[in-house]
């Protein structure tokens, strides 16, 4: 049943659930993981839409087979199918899916389209994806690392390469629990500034250190979690070799891996670029968790479609 104290209808930025309801949102994931036949029927009779305007394998399979388990239906919709914004407007597209489904999912291109649908929509809308944040890929996350550390507190995330979506959300997910986060990003690619600030503000609540370094080594040292991703997102394709040179010092190898703790694991949310921002050596090291965090996302966006779904 979704909880009455539960206010909010959408999921599209860590920065507007509370610390509580995150908490909340990852102790449900590990016991849909643990007993996932009793939340068989929780969207029972429901349809989800989901519209993919770029490319996926991890964020399609994990919301599809979730819905699927959770007893309801999924609909994909491509952008080559429903050419958001252009063929008809977003406001237009979402005064017709809210005549149909029970709730959206969407990766898109702009942040804005997240919101914009969620205004227009009476049911839940959850960002799989945007240029800004990726918020299901850091509670996914969240959880590989609580399976592994026990708790957040007193850890430190160093996120080394781009300041990107995922970077974002791994930012802001650790200011709103408690963990340290640093990023470790060359100089002009650093965190949108108003990220940061946000996550700052998040800190001083919760007691984590929020850091934005230009150092690949510095940032890495004494890490508990050493996370990286692409350098260059989906969009950015065009600057991939400019972005390749830039980057360089900024690869994880089994030398940057030996500045974080002996116990330190890796993670990359995925799709990796296997020889530039991470060596074979370290993706298929003993410290990787990265299938981990891929069958995670599972779970836990099966928490957050229950959380924001059931009982509706
Ligand atoms: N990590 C992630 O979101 O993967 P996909 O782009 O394949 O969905
Ligand atoms: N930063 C990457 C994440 C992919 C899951 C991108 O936006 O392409």
New binding site residues.
Partial sequence: MKKESFAKKDFISIADWSPEDLWNLLLLSFRMKEYPANYSDALKGKSVAMIFEKQSLRTHVTFDVGIYQLGGHSIYLSQQGINLGKRESIHDVAKNLERWVDGLVIRTYAHSNCTDLAKYMWCPVINA?DELE?PC?AVGDFLTIIENFGDVQGKKLAFIGDG???CHSLMLLAAKLGMNFTAAIPKGYEPVSDVVKLARKFAKQSGAKIEILNNAKEGARNADVIYT??WA??GQEAEKEERARIFKEFQINAKLMKQAKETAIFMH???AHRGEEVTDEVMDGKQSRIFDEAENRLHTQKAILHTLMAGM
């Fill in positions: 994806l990726h890929q990107n979506n995922v991703d692409v997102s989906m949310c995925l799709p």
